[in-house]
């Protein structure tokens, strides 16, 4: 869905543009003038995303030139992409295209091996092609069959229940669900609890395609505050008492894109606020493996005897993406109501990805510890470059994961990920992890590329950052206050 199809969310009116442009005036072209003006207000963040501006004819009159002159303006803007204008709903500060040229910028070819961090996952291990051939050499006892396992094989199921009860968590195969990756195990557990208008607590930030799957089933995520220090679990108690959501979705170990983890007695406080509010809470450990310092977090399902807490786990993140293999680990019950669902959509795994996952998980920690190592590795790589390049940026490393939460201090992320493709790096802004526009102070930036190509990329946001120009150090405004909604 692209920003004009998206509602406005505050007007600014034309006294107050007068006010946040400031002395805007230059030899030359009065259009080009208001026209950069416009343009920096927006990159700078103090003209939100999604701002509704004055008409030409009331900027004309606030900031004293003639309509022309702003009508001048606006074109300029929208043939950037900083301006779109709809009937109905006026002109609305956007961004342009990572490819479309910004006025005023040096030229900058795009290099074509683009660094992409947008996608914080890491590449396959050595071990995964011995893997493979160790499944292709079980295959043919299940060529005899149709292929169909909607619960998953039994011997995944049972690799699966292992490794929670080694982890202290009593598990048996009938309540585990093998599933086409943990996104779909996402969008079953909330399908198959919450429907059009119903609540559904998350915390913000979160995962980007948890909130997809919430949004699909018409459902309302609600969320709850997830800052340096974790959870607000006395927040999320009176949220789930005063919303009354059918589900609750939570990251519990390294959490994605923060990296905070939630202590052991934050578990056992937010497992029994489920089974007294009956409440579904489902906790996704897709990032459980990838512990970088210090032990690894206790199971999030604890003793694992209550019907409300879910688990949700993959093998993209410990082992592979493209192995298209998750699973849910929940009560009986609800495994059997999971599965009856999913008949509806999907008729099981790919049988030969799920004797591969069995491999992998055969070998365990002995695999994780080369990628730990590497990760740590790349990790404080990425951390000492944006300290040595960029040292205004603000960054808590964290104990696990594939990502920091960098504090950029000013609301300009969307802009930088505006501009950072023309400086060789993709980023995902702040806002996307968001339930509601805002997290404008946050980049995401992922350690999971190689340690040569995050010096790249750390180079390439140096000169991005360089570019929009912003005293990252100065307070930012309350943007909130300063519009007339």
Not at 80 to 100: C, H, K
Not at 103 to 128: C, F, I, K, Y
Not at 253 to 262: A, I, L, S, V, W
Not at 336 to 353: I, W
Request: hydrophobic share 40%.
């Amino acid at each position: 869905m692209s920003i004009v199809d998206l509602p406005t969310d505050r007007r600014v009116s034309g006294a107050r543009l007068r006010a946040v442009l400031g002395a805007w005036e230059r030899p030359g072209p009065a259009y080009a003038a208001l026209a950069d003006a416009l343009r920096a207000a927006v990159l700078s963040g103090a003209l939100p995303l999604r701002t509704r501006l004055p008409s030409e004819r009331e900027l004309a009159e606030s900031v004293g030139v003639s309509r022309t002159t702003t009508t001048a303006a606006y074109d300029a803007l929208r043939e950037e992409g900083y301006l779109v204008s709809r009937r109905g709903s006026g002109t609305v500060t956007t961004l342009p295209d990572s490819g479309r040229p910004v006025r005023g910028a040096l030229p900058h070819a795009v290099p074509d091996d683009v660094v992409d961090l947008t996608v914080a996952a890491p590449s396959a291990p050595a071990e995964l092609h011995e893997a493979v051939v160790a499944a292709l050499e079980l295959l043919p006892r299940h060529l005899p069959g149709t292929g169909y396992a909607p619960a998953g094989l039994p011997e995944l199921r049972q690799a699966v229940a292992d490794r929670y009860t080694a982890r202290g968590t009593p598990t048996s195969p009938d309540q585990v669900l093998v599933t086409t990756g943990g996104q779909e195990a996402i969008h079953l557990l909330v399908a198959a609890h919450a429907g059009p208008g119903d609540r559904v607590v998350v915390e913000q930030p979160t995962y980007p395609h948890a909130l997809d799957a919430v949004r699909a089933a018409a459902a309302r995520p609600v969320p709850v505050p997830s800052g340096p220090e974790g959870l607000d679990v006395e927040l999320f108690a009176s949220t789930l008492r005063q919303a009354s959501p059918r589900l609750a979705y939570l990251i519990p170990d390294h959490r994605n894109p923060t990296g905070t983890t939630m202590s052991a007695q934050d578990r056992a406080t937010v497992r029994d606020l489920a089974v007294r509010t009956r409440t579904l809470v489902v906790g996704d450990e897709a990032l459980t493996d990838l512990t970088l310092d210090g032990p690894e977090p206790p199971s999030f399902a604890g003793g694992g005897t209550d019907a409300a807490v879910a688990c949700v786990g993959s093998a993209s993140k410990s082992f592979w993406g493209g192995l298209r293999i998750g699973w849910v680990r929940a009560h009986r019950d609800v495994v059997g109501r999971l599965t009856t669902q999913r008949n509806h959509v999907d008729l099981g795994s790919s049988v030969l990805d799920q004797l591969v996952v069995v491999r992998l998980l055969e070998q365990g920690d002995a695999l994780l510890l080369g990628r730990r190592a590497r990760l740590r590795e790349q990790r404080d790589v990425l951390v000492d470059e944006l300290a040595r390049r960029l040292p205004s940026w603000r960054v808590d490393p964290p104990a696990g994961g594939l990502s920091l939460w960098v504090d950029l201090g000013a609301p300009v992320s969307s802009a930088l990920a505006a501009l950072a493709p023309r400086h060789g790096v993709r980023v995902a802004p702040g806002p996307t992890f968001g339930v509601d526009p805002g997290l404008e102070r946050y980049l995401r930036v992922p350690f999971t590329e190689p340690a040569e190509r995050l010096v790249r990329a750390v180079d390439g946001l140096a000169r991005a950052w360089a570019e929009l120009g912003i005293e990252a150090d100065a307070p930012a405004r309350d943007q909130a206050a300063s519009f007339v909604v």
